[in-house]
């Protein structure tokens, strides 16, 4: 627990610790959990032994008390702090709460409760065991190699495994699934002969009260176990799917399910066997409701070998099409595993329809960490305020739930942005991500903005340094608007895309173009856009229900900053804002690049406050990250110009 040599604190350095170091704790209960309770208590404490007399702080284990499985109550009177749950769990996360109160859990105020709003806040890694020559281990990583991974097998040294546990539950992260989505020949024996490594991976991550997740392979009684079919309908599927949940369970009493990409960007799955997605997901879920476990089974299915001549199929329609349909049919331990939009993680995508029409079904909504298409950790891109107006967003309107409330059912799950890089996440700055997806998972309604001051004060402990205030304050000026930033310079109006084909990291306007994978801007000398509408375009504006459909349909109607998802558009066309399309494609780009190099200015001046070398690495960065922003620039203005022959009305340079 102690933070192996070499790995960063992130968000609990041992001064956030101080707090509760420095005062007499009382630990009243029994169980794992309540352990790892009472060794974080002694770390705090310096191992100087417990502090005698009167406590200051109490953490009581209740039975009785109402806080739910993971909750917990704090009261402050009388100079007295206690927190008081009815599961170790909640006295776990209350330890975590008390820290990032700092000197404030020990003043008076009033009593209150906290639960988690979604009870499954979970991360996916998409680690591999192997190492592909050009992928690397860990798909889509930008941080190292595996955490749990190496040199084909387990980590034999799991402090970091531990010390990563330790950082999620701080956080307030429940859950870990250890491997790739896409799950090739190794990875797929981690459910039958290799059990016994996710088992220990899954010993350090129960420590700290996070279940462990599997990724399978749907055609894993075919490839493992030697069935000519893998056919959910088939008696000998099902007697297979329920050996091998038969067999996790038997290795790791806690393990929390499954999660499976099928029929997906080539993955197997039902379709073969012309059987749905919920019979695929219902032989899966079956296995596992004897021991109390999930199906993950993620909607993100969609045809990715279409032929771009095609302007039929549109790509953002594909998981409402698959899915709305099946609503009801999900067994009640299966939980579909939603992208946020409708496309894949772009700076700019709508919130996904399919999300709104599934009132039936457990739904999780999947979010993305790891920045593959925003600035994959080489630039600084704070994606909480996205996330925000995600889980935010209302699918029926004023008057219907949200996003975040609609997730109850299934949670919020992310793509992990951590490896075996020492600041956890590669570029330091993007451990806010990490901080603000399990706050944001506790609680969906979480302001960005304390988020962000909250992870400030832990991380970088300004008080501890010569100038609070300007620490405070230059990191809220590097990282709160660093999405809108980002969005600037890249792809505009929430057209997506226009990257670097593969590896997705820089610009390649017409990258995707001519591709099959149905992600298209339709840039003429004339215009850009998808037309989505009913009236002429895909329909995709129909999956969603009013006021949302009417809202998308027109662009006098449709939101600026999503005109080009939905619409075709001349490049003369006025915005909202009063300007044409192609100027703001022009001011926005050269603004971007500005505000990137403000960041960067800023942070040089922070240079006495930070840690040497972690100033120096984000330091460094900031030169890549500028580098690539005024490529963005040159790129995108430079296409546009040439395509239309508008010129720029700030007569600026365009190549
Ligand atoms: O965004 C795409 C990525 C793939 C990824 C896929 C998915 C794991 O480019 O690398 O595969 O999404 O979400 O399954």
């Not at 956030?16 to 009382?26: D, F, K, P, Y």
């Not at 109490?58 to 009785?64: A, C, E, H, N, S």
């Not at 806040?121 to 889509?140: A, F, K, S, T, Y």
């Not at 600084?380 to 219907?400: H, K, N, T």
């Amino acid at each position: 627990m102690t933070g192996p040599s070499g790995i960063d604190h992130a968000w609990l350095p041992d001064a956030a610790l101080r707090g509760i170091g420095s005062r007499r704790v009382t630990i009243e209960g029994d169980g794992p959990l309540v352990d790892t309770l009472r060794a974080e208590v002694a770390y705090a404490q310096g191992n100087a032994g417990a502090l005698q007399g009167d406590a200051d702080i109490v953490f009581r284990l209740d039975g009785d008390a109402d806080t739910g499985p993971e909750g917990f109550t704090l009261t402050r009177s009388g100079g007295r702090t206690t927190v008081t749950a009815a599961a170790p769990a909640g006295l776990l996360y209350g330890f975590f709460h008390v820290v990032r109160l700092g000197a404030a859990a020990f003043t008076d105020a009033p009593e209150q409760t906290h639960r988690p709003a979604l009870s499954r806040r979970m991360l996916n890694h998409w680690d591999n065991i192997d190492v592909h020559p050009v992928m690397g281990q860990v798909e889509r990583g930008y941080a190292g190699g595996s955490l749990f991974w190496e040199d084909g097998r387990a980590r034999g040294d799991r402090d970091r495994v531990r010390a990563y546990a330790r950082l999620l539950a701080a956080c307030g992260i429940n859950a870990v699934c250890v491997n790739n989505v896409n799950v090739h020949g190794t990875e797929a024996r981690l459910l039958t002969d290799r059990i016994s490594e996710v088992a220990a991976i899954a010993g350090e991550l129960g420590e700290y009260g996070l279940r462990t997740f599997l990724s399978v392979s749907f055609a894993a009684p075919v490839v493992l176990g030697g069935l000519d079919t893998a056919d959910p309908l088939d008696d000998r599927v099902r007697d297979w799917w329920r050996t091998a949940a038969d067999h996790a369970y038997a290795h790791i009493p806690d393990f929390g399910g499954f999660v499976v990409k099928a029929d997906s960007e080539g993955q197997p799955g039902p379709f073969a066997y012309g059987r749905s997605h919920a019979d695929g997901a219902n032989v899966i879920a079956d296995a596992l409701a004897p021991h109390g476990g999930t199906v993950h089974w993620r909607a993100f299915v969609y045809n990715h070998v279409q032929d771009w001549r095609d302007r039929t199929t549109d790509r953002a329609r594909a998981a409402y099409d698959h899915f709305a349909a099946l609503d009801g049919q999900f067994k009640d331990n299966a939980v579909l595993q939603v992208k946020h939009g409708p496309m894949d993680f772009q700076v700019r995508e709508p919130v996904s329809p399919v999300i709104g029409a599934l009132s039936r079904t457990r739904v999780a909504v999947e979010l993305q960490a790891t920045q593959e298409y925003t600035g994959q950790q080489r630039h600084v891109c704070a994606l909480a305020p996205m996330w925000s107006g995600v889980l935010g967003f209302r699918p029926e309107g004023e008057d219907g739930a949200t996003v975040g409330q609609l997730a109850d059912g299934g949670g919020l799950v992310a793509v992990s942005n951590a490896g075996a890089d020492p600041y956890w996440t590669g570029h330091p700055l993007a451990q806010f991500n990490l901080y603000a997806y399990g706050r944001l998972a506790w609680q969906p309604d979480a302001d960005p903005q304390q988020l962000l001051h909250e992870w400030t004060e832990l991380t970088f402990s300004p008080e501890e340094t010569a100038d609070p205030e300007r620490l405070r304050s230059g990191l809220r000026a590097v990282l709160r608007g660093s999405w809108e930033t980002y969005e600037k310079y890249t792809a505009p109006l929430g057209v997506g895309f226009m990257v670097q084909p593969g590896h997705h990291y820089g610009p390649g306007v017409d990258g995707y173009e001519y591709s099959p994978w149905g992600t298209y801007h339709f840039a003429d000398r004339d215009g850009i856009g998808v037309d989505r509408s009913r009236a002429t375009g895909t329909g995709y504006a129909a999956q969603y229900a009013k006021p949302w459909s009417q809202t998308y349909e027109t662009p006098e109607s449709c939101p600026d900053e999503l005109l080009l998802f939905f619409h075709h558009v001349p490049y003369g066309h006025v915005l909202h804002s009063g300007k044409t399309v192609i100027q703001h494609i022009y001011d926005t780009h050269f603004e971007g690049v500005e505000e990137a190099e403000a960041a960067q200015g800023v942070w040089a001046t922070l240079a006495d406050l930070v840690a040497p070398a972690r100033h120096a690495r984000v330091a460094e960065l900031y030169e890549e990250q500028l580098r690539s922003a005024r490529e963005w620039r040159d790129q995108v203005n430079s296409y546009f110009l040439r395509k239309s022959g508008i010129p720029d009305a700030g007569g600026r340079r365009i190549y």
